[in-house]
């Protein structure tokens, strides 16, 4: 069986199919996911109080330099296979290069409920992808185009995104004040993370269904490039987690991430870049397909070719 999260998701995704008129109020799904994210700060920041050292330097860079190349690979695929606009060649590449917080929590979930290890900065891989990929993915159209955006102005849209802001603020609150300090609100964030997460895979099942009905057959190429993609970009994950000597949970929830994609910070930040972008487009490929796939199948899938490659 499947972690009861997951259960969730589905019920979203059929209520949705059916044309049920179930759906989370907007007020409730932004207290939702700001709740999520800065659970998932916290729980980082936590897990790091006390155990931060110059050792986390080679693994802190190796994320950057993932979230940095993964773009760069995919914008020549989706420009020349995939067939899109540099626009949205650029916007997508962003998004999967950049990391999503609810596979992210979905994935955590999964480590914690088969006991797997988990190294305290753990959290820290989902904020390390995000921003480096989002200015990579501007910069990829800037330099295809000859726009002449500045660099600040990249930075800004990408560091004061709501996802940076809540998971960065997060961890630098539950790294200062720890179990101790903590323990006061401990019991809403920490005590209730499976129903938060519960609840908010409810609202993404509904978000998914309105990009699968009707299905846009049209855009097969990017569907096919939505489904495979995330197995490749996991054993790149994987052999990096590997490589760096992390703890099994580690290894999966860093090859989870490098198979997501963005539909939270990522959108908000290249919509505001690159005006010519279809931003739709890239939530259908990363909400609509490769979420599901990874919620659904990928994580197990990815648990069971950890232990494979553990084993070698």
């Not at 703890?247 to 999966?252: D, T, Y």
């Amino acid at each position: 069986m499947p972690d009861i999260v997951v259960m969730f998701f589905l019920l979203g995704v059929i209520a949705g199919v059916a044309k049920s008129d179930l759906k989370v109020p907007k007020a409730a799904y932004d207290t939702l996911s700001i709740l999520l994210m800065l659970t998932l700060g916290l729980k980082g920041g936590l897990a790091l109080h006390g155990n931060v050292h110059w050792q986390l330097l080679p693994e802190v860079i190796t994320v950057v330099l993932l979230g940095i190349a993964i773009p760069l690979a995919l914008y020549p695929l989706l420009r020349a296979w995939v067939q899109l606009s540099s626009a949205n060649s650029a916007s997508i590449a962003a998004h999967y290069g950049s990391a999503s917080a609810g596979t992210f929590a979905v994935a955590l979930a999964f480590a914690e409920a088969n006991n797997l290890s988990i190294a305290p900065q753990t959290t820290l891989y989902l904020v390390l992808l995000e921003l480096p990929a989002i200015v990579v993915g501007i910069l990829l159209y800037k330099k295809a185009t000859g726009t002449g955006t500045s660099m600040k102005g990249i930075w800004h849209e990408a560091i004061t995104s709501r996802g940076v802001v809540l998971l960065t603020g997060g961890v630098i609150i539950g790294y200062l004040y720890g179990p101790d300090g903590s323990k006061d609100i401990a019991p809403l964030f920490l005590g209730a993370f499976k129903a938060l997460l519960a609840l908010f895979l409810l609202e993404m099942g509904v978000c998914a269904s309105r990009h699968l009905a009707p299905f846009p057959w049209q855009h097969w190429k990017l569907v096919s490039f939505a489904l495979i993609a995330p197995f490749g970009l996991a054993l790149v994950g994987m052999t990096a987690g590997i490589a760096l000597g992390l703890p099994q949970g580690s290894v999966l929830i860093l090859a989870a991430l490098t198979a997501s994609a963005s539909y939270i910070a990522a959108p908000a930040a290249i919509q505001a870049a690159i005006k010519e972008a279809d931003v739709g487009l890239a939530i259908f490929a990363a909400l609509g397909v490769t979420f599901p796939l990874n919620v659904l199948l990928g994580i197990p899938v990815y648990h069971w070719m950890v232990g494979v490659m553990g084993g070698m």
